[in-house]
């Protein structure tokens, strides 16, 4: 019989009053892996965390690590290590002392011990490149600095798991890029079991062997990113999960020409994709769907092109490596599509009246039956 997952919570369910925050939310984690939490504000990711933790007490369900159940435990008895949004640094302790806090209890022992832990702070300081800077005060460094003592701190005392909530989420955009590598590099070096709760993408997508979506409590897909991207199982997902466009029509079957949707009414085009069964159920032929294309799934063509959508340009960003390009469609209701266009053509400048077609390029586009976005 295989093994159990390292970490394994099994329906596990979480009420605050009437409001359910987590509903029979199973998962497992592979021991040294690390699971990124995916999800918007009160998708219930920090409250999945404090369970974890320990902060909160499980409604219904189970927490088992390493095979024993510890939803019971309180947190000083689970040997995890988190490090907190804030850090939660000590400002009066010096990096070395704040380092040295879980260590407490032993460095009060004997002089072997304290020499131990002497040499375990030392250990975990180079661990986050910080050397040198055991005497300082946390005022007194920078706030990528801050986090990597805050590392350190919970990787001291050598924790079965460590649990990151929205480690970087302080930082200024240039400095969080160059922490999370850091952050990675040490997580990656120690090979602990991690979990980290995050509503940034590129840091999920980065730091994550997997990603796990949540979405009003419930864990809508858990996948390594590029599934999440390429082939997203619910309709959130699919709109959550990178740069997405919906467009809105009739689901029409293989035995008429498809899978795919038509567009803009009868006699408008039908375009291709791959029929998802989503919180509605499977599309059903002549039903309403929906059908969710990235944006270089898409390409601008010229007007009156056949299977292609006229609209205008109405907003064109350029990111240095490419271009997006904002369409308006010719339909009621005038929805947009984004499409990826070449940087510098030329093509597609705002308030050109333009065609938008599908791609031969980019993951094939997903079908939803309306209504599938819970």
């Keep these: 019989m295989p093994a159990e997952p390292f970490l394994v919570l099994d329906r596990l369910e979480k009420r605050f009053g009437d409001l359910p925050v987590i509903q029979r939310l199973s998962l497992s984690v592979a021991e040294g892996e690390v699971l990124a939490l995916l999800g918007p504000s009160g998708s219930g990711k920090t409250t999945l965390l404090r369970l974890l933790a320990g902060f909160e007490t499980p409604d219904a369900g189970s927490i088992r690590v390493g095979g024993a159940e510890v939803a019971h435990l309180p947190p000083a008895k689970r040997r995890f290590g988190m490090v907190f949004q804030h850090y939660a ?38 661990l986050v490149d910080l050397e040198g800077f055991e005497g300082r005060k946390p005022g007194e460094i920078s706030g990528g600095q801050q986090q990597r003592v805050a590392l350190a ?85 699919a709109g959550f999960v990178g740069r997405a466009s919906a467009l809105p029509g009739t689901f029409v079957g293989a035995n008429e020409g498809g899978p795919g949707v038509r567009i803009g009414g009868a006699g408008g085009p039908v375009w291709g994709g791959e029929p998802v069964a989503g919180a509605e159920g499977q599309p059903e032929p002549g039903g309403p769907a929906e059908l969710v294309a990235r944006p270089e799934s898409l390409r601008l063509a010229a007007p009156g092109e056949p299977g292609a959508l006229a609209g205008r340009v109405i907003e064109r960003r350029f990111t240095g490596v490419v271009t997006y390009a904002t369409i308006r469609l010719e339909l009621q209701g005038g929805p947009e599509v984004e499409v990826l266009a070449a940087s510098g053509d030329g093509a597609g400048r705002e308030g050109d009246e333009v065609a938008v077609a599908p791609g031969v390029a980019g993951p094939r586009p997903r079908i939803f039956a309306a209504g599938s976005l819970r």
């Design 89 to 126: 640094l000590f400002p009066h302790l010096t990096v070395g002392e704040n380092v040295a806090f879980g260590l407490a209890g032993r460095s009060r022992q004997g002089g072997r011990d304290r020499e131990a832990v002497a040499a375990r702070i030392a250990a975990m300081l180079r």
């Design 153 to 237: 701190r919970a990787l001291a005392p050598a924790p079965r798991l460590l649990l990151l909530d929205e480690p970087l989420s302080n930082l200024d955009p240039a400095l969080r890029e160059r922490t999370r590598r850091e952050l990675k590099r040490t997580v990656r070096e120690v090979g602990i079991t991690t979990v980290l709760v995050t509503h940034e993408q590129e840091e999920a997508f980065d730091l994550g062997d997997r990603v796990a979506v949540l979405h009003q409590g419930r864990l809508d897909q858990v996948g390594m990113p590029e599934e999440l991207y390429a082939a997203p199982a619910t309709r959130f997902v």
